[in-house]
């Protein structure tokens, strides 16, 4: 937060800096780690008392004819749904609960951070691939209890000569365990790229003006007004595909048809 | 779309980072270094391609089944 007013000062201009971690309440370490309150922590928390604050707001009061706060939390509630039915079937309706937090979560993190001021949490690759770690061993169990052993079928590919058999389990199982890190990536690259985009707009149309080219000034600016805008695409978007392939895996585990 | 662009970069990279990460810790594992780190960096590649053809299935599937009507052969399930 303070690193924006920083950037925008003009002279130590780094677009990298909006993504430092900082500590906010000093706590003791825990075995070696630092279990200091961040401003990583801050906007976390702050997420998920917004998403909590949101549904409990959107379902106090159950009219009939919804309101508008009604209606947002029921189309957020049959965005998901659809998506799981469409996806995994009824059986997927067990994971509701997970699929609908994991969304809200990421999608209020990726909005939050389209706040001038604010911490993008999803733009730090090590709380992406906290999130993507685990959806991969909910996925796992998930297909180790309802197929024991079986689940390792998925590894052997049908229909090839015996010959070729080891070569490509060992290409399956490096490929399965590439989900959570392109899961992770994928979110967390899109993220930071957007943000440090922005803020290098943002540091061309300070950088002019103060050079006294202030009409040349309205060139970025425009970009910046517009690329605003995909991000805020992007970050619907991203928070969407994220949910989507968890829902793809999970059906894959479940049905083991591919 | 960049979006697209962006995700099979991803998938490839994913792909030869899981299996060098593999290599080098069986490696560290069995003393062997570099036989596995090398050989598992190359499975590692070829497990990228395979999941960035599955992505293209997947993307072709669901725009077939957008695209209502439009008859196209069906592609070899993997």
């Given at each position: 937060?303070?690193?924006?007013?920083?950037?925008?000062?003009?002279?130590?201009?780094?677009?990298?800096?909006?993504?430092?971690?900082?500590?906010?309440?000093?706590?003791?370490?825990?075995?070696?780690?630092?279990?200091?309150?961040?401003?990583?922590?801050?906007?976390?928390?702050?997420?998920?008392?917004?998403?909590?604050?949101?549904?409990?707001?959107?379902?106090?009061?159950?009219?009939l004819v919804p309101g508008r706060l009604q209606l947002m939390g029921e189309m957020a509630y049959k965005f998901i749904a659809d998506m799981i039915q469409e996806n995994i079937g009824?059986?997927?309706?067990?994971?509701?609960?997970?699929?609908?937090?994991?969304?809200?979560?990421?999608?209020?993190?990726?909005?939050?951070?389209?706040?001038?001021?604010?911490?993008?949490?999803?733009?730090?690759?090590?709380?992406?691939?906290?999130?993507?770690?685990?959806?991969?061993?909910?996925?796992?169990?998930?297909?180790?209890?309802?197929?024991?052993?079986?689940?390792?079928?998925?590894?052997?590919p049908s229909g090839i000569p015996a010959i070729l058999m080891p070569l490509l389990v060992v290409i399956e199982l490096i490929s399965y365990l590439t989900r959570p890190v392109s899961?992770?990536?994928?979110?967390?690259?899109?993220?930071?790229?957007?943000?440090?985009?922005?803020?290098?707009?943002?540091?061309?149309?300070?950088?002019?003006?103060?050079?006294?080219?202030?009409?040349?000034?309205?060139?970025?600016?425009?970009?910046?007004?517009?690329?605003?805008?995909?991000?805020?695409?992007?970050?619907?978007?991203?928070?969407?595909?994220?949910?989507?392939?968890?829902?793809?895996?999970?059906?894959?585990?479940?049905?083991?048809?591919? | 779309?960049?979006?697209?662009?962006?995700?099979?970069?991803?998938?490839?990279?994913?792909?030869?980072?899981?299996?060098?990460?593999?290599?080098?810790?069986?490696?560290?594992?069995?003393?062997?270094?570099?036989?596995?780190?090398?050989?598992?960096?190359?499975?590692?590649?070829?497990?990228?391609?395979?999941?960035?053809?599955?992505?293209?299935?997947?993307?072709?599937?669901?725009?077939?089944?957008?695209?209502?009507?439009?008859?196209?052969?069906?592609?070899?399930?993997?």
């Open positions: 937060m303070a690193g924006s007013k920083n950037a925008e000062g003009g002279a130590g201009l780094d677009p990298m800096h909006q993504f430092e971690v900082h500590p906010i309440i000093e706590l003791p370490s825990v075995a070696g780690i630092d279990t200091s309150f961040t401003n990583s922590s801050l906007w976390m928390v702050l997420a998920v008392g917004l998403v909590g604050t949101f549904m409990l707001a959107a379902s106090s009061r159950s009219a009824t059986e997927g309706m067990r994971y509701f609960p997970f699929i609908f937090s994991l969304f809200m979560f990421i999608l209020f993190c990726n909005m939050l951070g389209m706040l001038p001021y604010s911490f993008t949490v999803t733009s730090h690759l090590i709380v992406t691939f906290a999130l993507a770690a685990t959806v991969f061993m909910l996925v796992t169990l998930v297909g180790f209890a309802r197929h024991g052993v079986g689940f390792l079928k998925l590894f052997v899961l992770s990536v994928r979110l967390f690259g899109n993220m930071m790229a957007g943000h440090t985009m922005l803020k290098i707009f943002g540091g061309f149309v300070v950088g002019l003006s103060s050079a006294g080219l202030a009409p040349l000034a309205i060139a970025p600016f425009a970009l910046m007004v517009a690329f605003t805008g995909l991000e805020l695409l992007i970050a619907g978007l991203q928070a969407y595909v994220f949910t989507i392939l968890t829902c793809i895996y999970l059906n894959e585990a479940i049905h083991m048809d591919h | 779309m960049l979006g697209l662009a962006y995700r099979f970069t991803v998938e490839m990279l994913a792909g030869i980072g899981v299996g060098g990460f593999v290599g080098w810790w069986m490696d560290k594992w069995f003393d062997t270094a570099p036989a596995f780190l090398l050989i598992l960096l190359f499975l590692g590649m070829i497990a990228g391609v395979v999941n960035s053809v599955r992505t293209v299935n997947e993307m072709r599937r669901s725009l077939d089944k957008n695209a209502a009507g439009s008859a196209r052969e069906p592609d070899q399930e993997e």
